[in-house]
């Protein structure tokens, strides 16, 4: 679990002030227990709320906007797709206690998989494309675009300057050139299309290793929806990408272009959570060795 700041302007948040918020918001909750849950996740804090519900404040002032965000684009998202997504129940506002918004869920079971450790690849491989082809044929109208919906080549200054910072700590000459190589593929020329954004082991709960849910919606919107091939790296094993990337029905190009994403994600998350997030390092971590391995 990640409790250490991460960012600049991050603020603590811990149970008791939780419980405060609760009963202040919503006084028929005020008795239920608040327990932090453990995750790496960097934008918010989670707390779980009695057994049906879960708390979920944002840790610094650039995760507020997901919170609007959610609330208006999960109700229309959540239907649609294959498994379950975060179901928003209720809404704090800014206060004395607290600077800013923050949402109640229902309570999703499930666990965080393992990258490396997945017992029915093949089978998580096929739900995770469903769940991405289903999230491709949502409507588009009035929808914003993705966090990182924009060409790969937007994230070259800050991924090459990642690299500068892990020399000596990865291959740096075998990364760039895939970058690089990655760069070169043909650019999405399709309308754009809805993808989550953040399709990452942390975002995604499995039950007997099949997907039930996918949570932390605040990355998604429309452009090239190849980012959200990464979990072909960051999560599946070699074994299963095949899989995955027929149930998606991706194309060379978009290929080279997930996994460019995967690329520029991991070595830009590497030396920024470093000391910081170890679960989120080492995944981002693991990530690279996987592209590097594939060549």
């Known amino acids: 679990m990640s409790t250490a700041k991460m960012r600049?302007?991050?603020?603590?948040?811990?149970?008791?002030?939780?419980?405060?918020?609760?009963?202040?918001?919503?006084?028929?909750?005020?008795?239920?227990?608040?327990?932090?849950?453990?995750?790496?996740?960097?934008?918010?804090?989670?707390?779980?709320?009695?057994?049906?519900?879960?708390?979920?404040?944002?840790?610094?002032?650039?995760?507020?906007?997901?919170?609007?965000?959610?609330?208006?684009?999960?109700?229309?998202?959540?239907?649609?797709?294959?498994?379950?997504?975060?179901?928003?129940?209720?809404f704090g506002e800014p206060g004395e206690h607290f600077p800013w918004p923050?949402?109640?869920?229902?309570?999703?079971?499930?666990?965080?998989?393992?990258?490396?450790?997945?017992?029915?690849?093949?089978?998580?491989?096929?739900?995770?494309?469903?769940?991405?082809?289903?999230?491709?044929?949502?409507?588009?109208?009035?929808?914003?675009?993705?966090?990182?919906?924009?060409?790969?080549?937007?994230?070259?200054?800050e991924t090459r300057s990642a690299l500068a910072e892990l020399t000596g700590r990865i291959d740096t000459e075998a990364a760039t050139a895939l970058w690089e190589r990655a760069l070169k593929a043909p650019a999405h020329t399709g309308p754009p299309l809805w993808a989550h954004g953040d399709l990452s082991p942390g975002n995604v709960l499995v039950s007997g290793d099949r997907l039930a849910a996918v949570i932390d919606f605040g990355c998604a919107g429309v452009g090239d929806p190849a980012v959200d091939l990464i979990v072909a790296w960051n999560l599946l094993p070699a074994s299963a990408r095949a899989t995955f990337r027929e149930t998606?029905?991706?194309?060379?190009?978009?290929?080279?272009r997930g996994r460019g994403w995967a690329l520029s994600i991991a070595l830009v998350q590497l030396p920024y959570y470093w000391h910081t997030n170890p679960a989120l390092a080492k995944n981002a971590h693991h990530t690279i060795t996987e592209i590097l391995r594939e060549g």
């Open 248 to 256: 998606v029905g991706a194309d060379d190009a978009e290929w080279t």
């Open 102 to 157: 923050w949402s109640v869920y229902r309570w999703l079971e499930g666990g965080n998989p393992v990258a490396g450790a997945v017992e029915r690849p093949e089978a998580l491989a096929r739900d995770l494309g469903r769940f991405v082809t289903a999230l491709r044929r949502a409507g588009t109208q009035d929808a914003p675009r993705g966090y990182r919906g924009g060409p790969l080549a937007d994230q070259d200054a």
């Open 8 to 90: 600049a302007h991050e603020i603590g948040v811990d149970a008791p002030l939780v419980r405060r918020l609760v009963a202040e918001r919503f006084p028929h909750w005020a008795e239920l227990p608040v327990r932090r849950l453990e995750s790496s996740g960097t934008e918010n804090a989670m707390f779980r709320l009695g057994p049906e519900l879960v708390v979920r404040l944002p840790r610094h002032p650039g995760a507020v906007a997901d919170i609007a965000h959610e609330r208006r684009w999960l109700p229309r998202l959540g239907p649609l797709l294959p498994v379950s997504a975060p179901e928003p129940v209720g």
